[in-house]
């Protein structure tokens, strides 16, 4: 009779063990939710209620139901900007509307995003700009480009043997602030530009006044009034052996000190950062990602192989099993799982509720719905 009612007491442990197990695991699904199965052999994140994605071999978009609204006819596809998207046919580039109709014809040999009503493209192997009808408001004169920001892009004007001439170029065409540097100029971010002289960042205003002195190894743009940075130490040879990160505000003043690996941009009033950790087994170090508030507190510990930036509330961050395979999952500004790293092996920021993700094992892309916005 006790071995009887041991063997019960056995059984019944294991069963509600079990189900115990399958409601957390039902529990930790219920946050995955698949907006659109995974289909696609490459998809974009959703810009303007649309996401070009390819079909057998060619792009289209759809609409956040799943639904093909233009047809899978592109060799690329771009994001939708300013009401209107790049597509590349026949080897050139033109731009579609929302209904798939080209309102500028595809004649370039590159073309980048709609900004400001104004997108560069390169022409007879220079770069320039158009407006939105497809006319031509800058003369494709330019080695290099980038977009439109903040009433400017910049452009490499000219090379010789040993330097690169670049420069900001305005909306109507005005060539700004040329200097000679070993690096490119940044864009321009809340007001600053990065300026690179003698291997070394600093920040010039639109008026190419240097407000930030060159100082730093490497350097950011400025989001949410800070920017990171990064101090590098050399032997005597000038080798790299080590580094250190922190982050400056406008005045160039260290506001976070260098006291991590890398530093990444600040988003939703976090930014990610990495630090070495110690193996005391195997005497060695070893690099975990976190998350800082603009204090330079950490508030999320360093404990991910990599992460990105938050974006409607959720950060994805990747995570290595113990059997070698990758993972995404996505965590609050409290460092919880809300998607834990079992479902996909490839992810992106939600944008418009969604983010576009690729199942764990597959080649296919889909996209999940943001599960704090579940029930809106």
Request: glycine share 12%; net charge positive; aromatic share 14%.
């Amino acid at each position: 009779m006790k071995k009887k009612s041991f063997i019960s007491i056995i059984i019944t442990t294991f069963v509600i063990v079990n189900i115990f197990n399958y409601v957390s695991t039902e529990a930790a699904d219920s946050n995955f939710i698949w907006q659109i199965e995974p289909r696609f052999e490459d998809a974009n994140n959703f810009s303007e209620g649309l996401a070009g994605v390819k079909v057998d071999g060619k792009y289209g978009f759809i609409n956040k139901e799943g639904k093909i609204v233009i047809e899978p006819q592109f060799e690329k596809a771009g994001s939708f900007s300013e009401g209107l998207a790049s597509v590349k046919v026949g080897g050139k580039y033109g731009f579609i509307n929302k209904e798939g109709k080209f309102l500028v014809k595809p004649e370039f040999e590159d073309a980048g995003n709609f900004a400001e009503g104004m997108a560069r493209i390169k022409a007879e192997g220079k770069y320039g700009f158009i407006n939105k009808e497809g006319k031509i408001v800058i003369e494709p004169q330019f080695k290099d480009a980038g977009d439109i920001s903040d009433g400017m892009a910049w452009v490499d004007i000219a090379k010789s043997k040993s330097y690169t001439v670049y420069g900001h170029v305005s909306k109507d065409g005005k060539i700004i602030i040329p200097v000679r540097a070993e690096s490119r100029l940044g864009r321009f971010s809340e007001g600053l530009a990065r300026i690179t002289i003698n291997y070394e960042t600093g920040y010039i205003d639109k008026e190419g006044k240097i407000v930030i002195h060159p100082q730093f190894g490497s350097s950011g743009d400025f989001s949410e009034g800070l920017s990171h940075f990064t101090i590098y130490t050399h032997d005597q040879n000038g080798a790299t052996i080590d580094f250190n990160s922190g982050y400056i505000n406008k005045e160039g003043m260290i506001v976070i000190k260098t006291q991590f690996k890398w530093a990444y941009d600040f988003s939703e009033g976090l930014a990610g950062v990495s630090v070495n950790l110690r193996n005391k087994k195997l005497l060695c170090d070893y690099t975990r990602y976190g998350y800082v508030n603009k204090e330079g507190k950490i508030v999320i510990k360093p404990e991910f192989e990599e992460v990105g930036n938050f974006s409607e509330g959720l950060a994805w961050v990747k995570k290595v099993s113990s059997d070698g395979i990758t993972y995404y999952g996505y965590i609050n500004k409290k460092g919880k799982y809300i998607i834990k790293p079992e479902y996909v092996d490839k992810a992106g920021d939600f944008r418009e509720g969604m983010s576009v993700v690729k199942e764990a094992g597959s080649s296919k892309w889909g996209y999940i719905k943001n599960p704090l916005n579940a029930g809106k």
